[in-house]
């Protein structure tokens, strides 16, 4: 038995792309990492605008939950602290590279989750 609504992430680590949405949108999907909410007003229409507006919102979440979190831990979270806001920077770069090359790529571990939809 095989299920067509598979979620394309599972079957793939990149979705599709239009060459001319990406090219069009590069600066603003590789903008989306560091002010996410600027896809949403600039380029509401472009899959590939939006979808890394999403990415930047899930590292946003993160690094704010980590910071939340850990940050009220005493020692053992103030050690751990800077080692998550290292994997999350990490993350932003990773995003950034794959916007700069016009990829759908989604992030290691939180690239699976969908918070903005694309049109």
Not at 3 to 19: A, H, M, R
């Amino acid at each position: 038995m095989s299920s067509q609504s598979e979620d394309p992430y599972q079957t793939s680590n990149q979705l599709t792309v239009d060459p001319a949405d990406a090219a069009e949108n590069k600066v603003i999907g590789i903008v989306a990492y560091i002010i996410f909410f600027l896809p949403l007003i600039v380029a509401k229409q472009s899959r590939f605008a939006m979808y890394h507006a999403n990415q930047g919102l899930l590292l946003l979440i993160v690094c704010l939950a980590c910071n939340i979190v850990l940050g009220a831990i005493p020692i053992i979270g103030w050690i751990l602290l800077p080692i998550a806001n290292l994997g999350t920077l990490v993350l932003t770069i990773l995003g950034i590279i794959n916007a700069a090359n016009g990829q759908l790529k989604p992030l290691p571990l939180i690239g699976k989750y969908t918070l903005i939809k694309t049109p």
